[in-house]
């Protein structure tokens, strides 16, 4: 099935610094590609999305480009602030229809004043 | 503003005793869903409604039960909850199929079951 993985963390930057998360899947076709966050104790907030190759889905100061050659949805932000700390999510349709999200495991950033 | 609801934030009950947890949309979407996110996990769908429609995922343990009265509302039923049930469950809404590019899924601040 389609799937997705996400580098691991605790990734811990100082403020001001620039992030990246990666991101890559596993699909068939070219579904719509999302990162969503979670701040502690909180529900996931919608960051960005992209639904077609090329793509760049921005928010925040976070951009991500679906990229079908590498099949990757990396999440970037030049200048990280501490209130950027959070866990972030890359996430897929699972397929079939209307069956969720596929997440990956969750990065958690940590980001030092 | 529209939006996804879930009630209680905080939810505490017994091991055995049944428990509901309820969640509500403002967005008119035709399809809920109830996912379970444990401690330092990704979220994990427990199942979804599409309209009156409801779709159960395979693995999900026969002790989760949901209802959906109407639109706006579903609910999240947990007949003899055990302590491996203690989880943060999320809602989420979306107006279609995730398959089509313009959908979304929004989800509601999520309710965080303890189990004593």
């Known amino acids: 099935g389609d799937s997705v993985t996400q580098m691991e963390g605790p990734v811990t930057l100082s403020e001001e610094a620039f992030l990246t998360i990666n991101c890559t899947y596993t699909a068939t076709g070219y579904p719509s590609l999302f990162w969503y966050v979670q701040y502690p104790g909180e529900g996931l907030q919608l960051l960005l999305k992209?639904?077609?190759?090329?793509d760049k889905g921005s928010n925040k100061g976070f951009e991500a480009t679906y990229r079908k050659e590498t099949t990757s949805f990396h999440l970037e932000k030049g200048s990280v602030q501490v209130s950027d700390s959070a866990v972030y999510f890359c996430?897929?349709?699972?397929?079939?229809?209307?069956?969720?999200?596929?997440f990956g495991k969750g990065t958690h950033l940590i980001i030092q004043p | 503003d529209a939006m996804v609801i879930q009630n209680p934030r905080y939810q505490v009950t017994q091991f055995g005793k049944p428990v509901t947890l309820s969640c509500s949309q403002t967005?008119?979407?035709?399809?809920m869903y109830w996912y379970q996110q444990k401690s330092s996990q990704a979220p994990k769908l427990l199942f979804h409604?599409?309209?009156?429609?409801?779709?159960n995922e395979a693995d999900t343990p026969d002790n989760f039960q949901s209802r959906r009265p109407n639109t706006s509302f579903c609910f999240l039923d947990i007949r003899s909850p055990g302590l491996g049930d203690a989880a943060m469950y999320l809602c989420?809404?979306?107006?279609?199929?995730?398959?089509?590019?313009?959908?979304?899924?929004?989800f509601g601040p999520g309710t965080r079951l303890l189990v004593l």
């Open positions: 992209a639904t077609k190759a090329d």
């Open positions: 996430a897929l349709p699972s397929g079939g229809g209307a069956d969720g999200l596929t």
């Open positions: 989420a809404t979306s107006l279609g199929r995730l398959a089509g590019p313009q959908e979304t899924q929004y």
């Open positions: 409604y599409y309209d009156k429609d409801f779709n």
């Open positions: 967005l008119n979407h035709n399809v």
